[in-house]
T-cell receptor, first 118, second 113 residues
Framework: AQTVTQSQPEMSVQEAETVTLSCTYD???????LFWYKQPPSRQMILVIR??????QNATENRFSVNFQKAAKSFSLKISDSQLGDAAMYFCAYRSPNYGGSQGNLIFGKGTKLSVKP | NAGVTQTPKFQVLKTGQSMTLQCAQD?????MYWYRQDPGMGLRLIYY???????DKGEVPNGYNVSRLNKREFSLRLESAAPSQTSVYFC????????????FGPGTRLLVL
């Protein structure tokens, strides 16, 4: 079974600085999808960025970018120019393309709580 | 366009009581999901519905039932609530094959005494 591990329960970053959140996963599949979701205190789950495993190019969305290392099964999130509004829980998630079995189900890591210091 | 909506936002139950959590989406999505979120555990899948008329168990289905009422609505029922079911419940939807992203509702906080 696939697993997702976030080894940093908490992280802290100074406003305007850069921070990297780590995520590793375990799978025997070659094609899959990876996501980072943000959960602010409102508890709403917000998609930050996604990566298709078949794409070599790392995904970017404004200040958010990923470092996808397929061979190492690593999927880290880099937040540049951190802002106070970035403070939240961040969850890494994996999805198998196996529509017959998982039907697009997400497997989540336990999350990293990010604090941003002014 | 409301996206995914959930009711109620918060509920307190006594052990043994029953209740239904409601979820609706207005994005014409085919697949819908129910997750629970416990402290330090991340989100875990309870049940999902790949399409209207089908439901399947996820990782933690015990103590729950679901109904895919129509394409828009997917409800989660607790027949006899237990303190272990105290959690935050999230509903999510996805367009279907070829679409990779799940969109989440705001969550329902449930406290079972």
């Amino acid at each position: 079974a696939q697993t997702v591990t976030q080894s940093q329960p908490e992280m802290s970053v100074q406003e305007a600085e850069t921070v990297t959140l780590s995520c590793t996963y375990d799978t025997s599949e070659s094609d899959y999808y990876l996501f980072w979701y943000k959960q602010p205190p409102s508890r709403q789950m917000i998609l930050v960025i996604r990566q298709e495993a078949y794409k070599q190019q790392n995904a970017t969305e404004n200040r958010f970018s990923v470092n996808f290392q397929k061979a190492a099964k690593s999927f880290s999130l880099k937040i540049s120019d951190s802002q106070l509004g970035d403070a939240a829980m961040y969850f890494c998630a994996y999805r198998s393309p196996n529509y017959g079995g998982s039907q697009g189900n997400l497997i989540f890591g336990k999350g990293t709580k990010l604090s941003v210091k002014p | 366009n409301a996206g995914v909506t959930q009711t109620p936002k918060f509920q307190v139950l006594k052990t043994g009581q029953s209740m239904t959590l409601q979820c609706a989406q207005d994005m014409n999505h085919n697949s819908m999901y129910w997750y629970r979120q416990d402290p330090g555990m991340g989100l875990r899948l309870i049940y999902y519905s790949a399409s209207e008329g089908t439901t399947d168990k996820g990782e933690v289905p015990n103590g729950y039932n679901v109904s895919r009422l129509n394409k828009r609505e997917f409800s989660l029922r607790l027949e006899s609530a237990a303190p272990s079911q105290t959690s935050v419940y999230f509903c999510a939807s996805r367009r279907g094959p070829g679409s990779e992203t799940q969109y989440f509702g705001p969550g329902t906080r449930l406290l079972v005494l």
